[in-house]
């Protein structure tokens, strides 16, 4: 694992470590990542997202398994942080524990995103995961995920 400490990536670097794309790239931009050890990234979120249309009509709330979603692109950008682009890699949640949801996310809001206490063993990625908008918790959970072949 490389010790290199990145202080930012922007939208292009962030594309070329995930797989994911628009509508379901909830990444905008890494603020601070230390392969290894933590990252904090954040989500701008804007009313045109495409979810806001049926969550919920006149009251758009970001769905909680978005949050977490968030959360986890956040760690897998930690996760291969120090090995470079994933090209015939994937990574995949294999379990969330202690999730909680503390405050709605909705327009107008920056989602801070942060992952930190990685431990790895064999393919398996633990680690802390929080979500705070204006500095205040919005969502919480200890994220495993592994790392395993692409399919062609």
Do not use: W
Not at 27 to 53: M, T, W
Not at 62 to 84: F, Y
């Amino acid at each position: 694992m490389s010790e290199t400490s990145y202080p930012s990536m922007d939208i292009q670097q962030i594309l070329r470590l995930l797989p994911h794309r628009y509508p379901f790239l909830l990444v905008d931009r890494v603020v601070e990542c230390v392969p290894g050890s933590h990252i904090r990234a954040y989500k701008n979120v804007s009313l045109n997202e495409p979810f806001f249309q049926g969550h919920f009509p006149g009251t758009p709330i970001m769905p909680g398994v978005l949050i977490l979603e968030a959360l986890a692109q956040t760690g897998g950008i930690l996760a291969v942080s120090g090995l470079g682009a994933l090209t015939d890699k994937l990574l995949f949640f294999t379990g969330l524990d202690g999730v909680r949801f503390r405050r709605q996310v909705v327009p107008g809001d920056r989602l801070d995103l942060t992952c930190d206490n990685m431990r790895m063993r064999l393919k398996l990625y633990k680690m802390d995961a929080r979500a705070f908008v204006d500095g205040k918790p919005a969502a919480e959970a200890k994220i495993t995920a592994a790392i395993a072949d692409r399919t062609k």
